[in-house]
């Protein structure tokens, strides 16, 4: 099992930037978006007119939970017990569970288990120096802190032990900080996490920052029973935890109940426990597993064992910045994500049965895990899983690897299983078990077993012999495929192909497609409308798969404005689990302002779920930027200001706080204020798009056009991709009477982002203004082969 000890900055260095803004907080940022477009995001009034439907009424089913989790018989909630009680009957498992990553996933410094070099040896990254010493009993660093100056800092924490061993700083405040700099337990030798980036104190990815903290970002995987108990009114953590590493009860759940359950053999279900994990039902322990094991948002301070995944986290789609079109690992996701796709997950197959859970490692050396379930019987002798379509099959066999016994290749993980490195020197297996295609990963731009080793030189003339040798079979099995490819089909919606809305649309109406897979494609539905798209998303509103039913939400409310939406969602107020309840009543905020009838009372409770889990998270900006925008919706304006201000306290570099703040002030007849506000944000940060964007918007409001262009223009190329600065800065070149400037514009951003809707709709009306005619209709044409269906052709 990859080790998950190591996990205190959980990303890839190129895409951090964006962590907190794209993935910490996926189900708070779209009220922040939602909001932020209320005050004046979006001003220009050459925009499509909105779309619209007639409201599709299909009843929505309330989802069963999974056997284990259903209600529990009244009894007094369990308690954390000391876990050395657990020894005593137990011995073996704590045998295997001694030594391993789980145990020592994070330790107090001292002699004995700290790992790295502190006999004042000096560090040097590009911009930074850090020098590592002993003094007293203490392991210290000195190193810059968040004002730049280099002070002494005393590791508190030591956090993993192999590949890599991070540390852990107590700042102050109940304040633990993980160190950007760590030790290779291989290489024995000091490295920066994020090297090439040149990252100083002004940077988000310093270790001071809040994207580094470890009571929010890591603590919560490495210990048992954390509560990070954060004090907002004085902004301090008073963190607790049962134990330090991953203990029985971070899993099995409180003990206290199974103590007396072992003492009195009394009827407690489950032995007590509030989940057994060996339930029949896989997705028990996979849940479980995955409150770890998934790159995902919290929607509190800690989880509730027994409870559904979602009723605690909001794991993450499979985005384009955290896996390939074809599912596999990217951006560092750990295992949930990539498993959740494979037919291994769809069959019944578990995390415990390839892997030891105390120990942490596989159950059989080599091939022998695989062998279990793919061998020359064809038979599976791991009970549960279901083993119909096995082949009986020598998979050992050099026949079946086309590589020799004990050399590279001859291993199922190389060829089912790649992988990338993750944290410089932590390789991580993809764990959707796919089947290398050369061709066509060349085709679709994705990463291949095969490629990764017959590249360069000395390996071109076998990748070629063995792409060729892909595309003959892809050719001739091409025309009895049963259904399209999951990645063919992304490939073409996610880059505006001819069929793209078709291929949308024939994928979500399959009925083996794994939930994740088809969460994923409703968040690509938006940019296809139609009435079909309107009526698949309202169809997995319904969907047993509660990470399907939160994409629908969201799919179906691109669709359909608030009013006409409300009767599709609001049997979902009351859906089984948190995350699908709070989606549906930040959607209908707007809404119920002015009355749900027989559902306000659901909506009442759901909103104040949502705001729990804001206040919950209080020690984040964005939390407190979603409470401001929740208020400001809800007629509390009198708290928005504050919940701004803290929101810039908690994190300046939080931008969307700051542009929001402006824009509150300008609202309420502060515009110097503002003005002044912005000025000096922008001294700041001159490099920030947000910032621009915005000092462009304010100036034309002010009605100062030509002024506004510089900024408008610099934000778009600061940020290319983003689809807003482009299209807005389109938008005033046309204004300003600059067509071809205009158009030039909107096609670079059709380039970046082939679906954008606005961006082609604009551009074929600027053709029109400007006499292009012939470019409209190839425009048009083109949209037409992409989605016909699309309200706007009309």
Known sequence: MPNHKNKAVAANPESQPTLINRYLFPVTIGVLLLAVAGIGWFLFASKPAPVTYTPVSTPVAQPAKPQSVAALPAIAPATMVDEQQCQGCHSAQVKDWQGSHHQLAMQEANAETMLGDFNNVSFKAENETTRFSRKDDGFWVNTPGIDGKNADFKVAYTFGIAPLQQYLIAVGDGRLQALGVAWDTEKHRWFHLYPGQGVTFKDPLHWSKPSQNANFMCVECHTTGLKRNFDAANNTFDSQWNSLGVGCQACHGPASNHLEWTAKKTDLIHAGFDVDLKDKNATVEIETCARCHARRAPLGDGYTVGKRLMDDYLPSTLTRELYALDGKIKDEVFEHGSF??????????????????????????????????????????????????????????????????GQPGSQCVDCHMPGKFYMGNDFRHDHSFSIPNPE???????????????????GDAAGKKVTEQFKLWNTVNANTQQAPRYDESLWLIRNGQPGAAQALFEQLQRSNLPAIQRATLLTEL??????????LATKDLSHPAPQVRESAVHAVSAFLPPPERASLLTPLLSDPVKAVRIAVARDLLGVARDGLGNAQDSWNKAIAEYEAVQKSLAERAEANLNLAMLYQADGRSGEVESLLRTSLQRDPDFHPARVTLVQWLEANGRSQEAQALLAQSLKEYPDAALLQHTQGLSLVRAGKSQQAMPFLRKAAQLEPQ????????????????????????????????PTNRNARLALIQYYLDNGQEPKAQVLLQGWKKMNMGDPALK
């Open 340 to 405: 959740a796709q494979s037919k291994m997950f769809d069959k019944g197959v578990r995390c415990s049965n390839c892997h030891n859970p105390h120990s942490t490692q596989l159950k059989a050396p080599g091939n022998g895990v695989c062998l279990q379930c793919h061998n020359t019987a064809g038979k599976t002798s791991v009970e549960g899983v279901d083993g119909k379509g096995l082949q009986a099959k020598n998979y050992d066999s050099i026949e079946h690897t086309r590589h020799a016994m």
């Open 722 to 753: 983003t689809a807003q600065y482009g299209y807005v800065l389109a938008v005033a070149l046309h204004d300003s009477g600059k067509v071809e400037a205009a158009c030039e514009e909107l096609e670079r951003l059709l380039k970046v982002q």
């Open 526 to 535: 938006p940019a296809y409308p139609s009435e079909q798209a309107l009526k």
């Open 440 to 458: 066509r990963a060349q085709r679709l731009g994705t990463p291949d077993a095969c490629l990764t080793c017959h590249q360069g030189k000395a």
